[in-house]
């Protein structure tokens, strides 16, 4: 995993220096990627001339048969290792190839469904050729593949936690305490962290009082969080800044940092003791599932915190986690890590002993 931090910055220049870290600019020239969209081509003429149900095009169902009938003439996994080559000659970082569409998708139709409305031809080779020489629709592809919709979900999407932060925070400040480290683990594209940064501000903190941090795996998801930077999607990045105008006005983007990190393996000692973790949209889902993963996850999680200090825990699964995953399991989990937990709505609320 490649280490990276940013500062909140919405400067052009800035976004384009630091773009540069994390994808390959200019016309990319490799021979081997040449000779695989060469293969890839032939494949796809291949499929074109004889699958019997016609090729793809936005808006057609598909069918297990045309899926057979593709997979036949252009084998998946032939296309997934040249799309792999592609991003390894494209990004700055190794890709993490089991969240892309690329990969989970059984054929190269499905892939082109998810791919819509940034893809509209059906022909891979051809998209490989665009997107090794066009840069700009080379970085717009790669932010749309590894940052689709349902990462981020936008903003309020956990009320019920919103307003039991408010409680909590009102109890802490007439007490005295004025000062807060946050964190907001697996904060994919960043709303979630801004909504705390103005939370607090909302609350009477001053900007220098408190920090927060957002941490995620995925390089893109946190460039997009602290740049505010959606090429693939300038409807998002419009709202997504005029949202959050409150915390560049109130100076707030100097008491921020994101920084990638994996959940599974928090050895990071400069970064404990924290007053406030988010834990939102992982915990009981396809990352962690399991007892084990989930028990380590917490204790993890808890060992960062203050005593005191509160993990807040929230989710948007459907219903087969759920089953898999009930709240009953997670409180259990939450207190043998030496937590008092409470239902808030909203998923937990954990209160480090």
Known sequence: MINLQFAPVLSPEITAEHLGRLIVRGEIRDRDMDSRIARLGDRFRIC???????????????????????ENYLPMADTRNTFHRFFSVSLGYPAATTKSAIDYSPTWFDALHQLRPHVTGCDPAALLRRLMSEESFRIGFLFALFLPKRHGGGFNRYPGQVVFLRHWLMKRARVGIDRLRCLDAACATGESTYELAMLLLENGMKSNSFMVHGSTIEPLELFAAAHIFYPHDPKRQEAFRKTTEPVFAAGADKSMLFFTEDISRLLDVERKDYDIILCNGLLGGPEFHTTADLGAAVSALGSRLRKGGILLAADRFHGGWKKSVPTSLLHEIFTKSGFRVRDIGDGLAAEKI
Request: proline share 9%.
């Open 48 to 70: 074109s001339s004889t699958c019997p149900h016609g090729l793809w095009a936005p808006g057609l169902a598909l069918t297990n048969e045309v899926r057979n009938a593709v």
